[in-house]
């Protein structure tokens, strides 16, 4: 099992910037990549970004430019930065870590945490 703790949301204005932050721990061995997602209300859960364990990274279109994903292997800790917000980027962020154990794909959610982009 994996455990990923998330912080880090909040309120912020149109422009501003928050950093958010994943904390993995527990059998942690094997994981293949680690992203993020978010739901906005009413909205399906989409990726906003992931980071394999090679350091590749892949963002969705709308995020390009503005938010970062990077990880510190040493703290088991994944980071999405995210600069110049607006306010359709408000939603419940999520991270995820994906596993591949005997050629089977596991994926581990955190709480989540919720971004407000609001002036």
């Known amino acids: 099992q994996v455990q990923l703790v998330e912080s880090g949301g909040g309120l912020v204005q149109p422009g501003g910037s928050l950093r958010l932050s994943c904390a993995a721990s527990?059998?942690?061995?094997?994981?293949?990549?680690m992203g993020w997602y978010r739901q906005a209300p009413g909205k399906q859960r989409e990726l906003v970004a992931a980071i394999t364990s090679g350091g590749s990274t892949n963002y969705a279109d709308s995020v390009k430019g503005r938010f970062t994903i990077s990880r510190d292997n040493a703290k088991n800790t994944v980071y999405l930065q995210m600069n110049s917000l607006k306010p359709e980027d408000t939603a419940v962020y999520y991270c995820?870590?994906?596993?591949?154990?005997?050629?089977?794909?596991?994926?581990?959610w955190g709480q989540g945490t919720q971004v407000t982009v609001s002036s």
């Open positions: 527990g059998s942690i061995f094997s994981i293949n990549a």
């Open positions: 995820n870590a994906e596993k591949v154990v005997a050629g089977v794909f596991e994926n581990y």
